[in-house]
């Protein structure tokens, strides 16, 4: 069962637009929602993380939309450059440090 | 350079034999996980240890261990070795909510 459901899968996009990639999760119980960026070869880096009482944050061109009611977030990239061209993934932790990860997203910023 | 060290980059092996992979974490950090990534695959989580102790386990094959020592470096063993165990097997280490992956291990099964 997947515990946090990633889409799309995949994501064109073209130089300056904005990428969004979304995430829904069913257990009430997760306190912790990071958004990790990886690029071919490397390991997932964290990129940004929200908690479920905040509804919003942004860092840089990154923003994270936080919506509890209906249990989804999201991950905006404004002004998408190619060096954003990565898998991205979402994430949602337990207490105790568990951690649920999205199936990922390959995202292309074409130029 | 994520402070979580693994060793070895890349193995290549043969069909049935036996590996081990090692993992250092971050300085402080009590948490090891293993996880496997296929080729276009998902982070599959396999094991989680917290201070020496296991503390989680995932779709962690009867053919593979796992461990963490008192110095907190952890040892993931891979045995009876198939073609599709072929992936990259990240470490990760956390403290607090924090969770940092290591630059991998790619195994190929030959």
């Known amino acids: 069962q997947q515990q946090v459901k990633q889409s799309p899968q995949s994501l064109i996009v073209q130089k300056g637009g904005i990428s969004i990639i979304n995430c829904a999760y069913e257990n009430t119980a997760f306190d912790y929602f990071p958004w990790y960026q990886q690029f071919p070869g490397k390991g997932p880096a964290l990129l940004i993380a929200?908690?479920?009482?905040?509804s919003e944050k942004k860092e840089g061109r990154f923003t994270i939309s936080f919506n509890k009611s209906a249990k989804q977030f999201s991950l905006h990239i404004m002004d998408s450059q190619p060096g954003d061209s990565a898998t991205y993934f979402c994430?949602?932790?337990?207490?105790?440090?568990?951690?649920?990860f999205g199936t990922g997203t390959s995202l292309t910023v074409i130029p | 350079d994520s402070g979580v060290t693994q060793t070895p980059k890349h193995l290549i092996t043969a069909t049935g034999q036996r590996v081990t992979l090692r993992c250092s974490p971050r300085?402080?950090?009590?948490?090891v996980y293993w996880y496997q990534q296929s080729l276009d695959q998902g982070l599959q989580f396999l094991i989680q240890y917290y201070n020496g102790e296991e503390r989680a386990k995932g779709n962690i094959l009867e053919r593979f261990s796992a461990q963490q020592f008192p110095d907190l470096h952890s040892e993931l063993n891979l045995s009876s070795l198939e073609l599709g165990d072929s992936a990259l097997y990240f470490c990760a280490s956390s403290v607090q909510k924090r969770i940092t992956f290591g630059s991998g291990t790619r195994l190929t099964v030959v």
């Open positions: 929200i908690r479920p009482d905040v």
């Open positions: 994430a949602a932790s337990l207490t105790g440090n568990q951690f649920y």
């Open positions: 300085s402080g950090d009590l948490s």
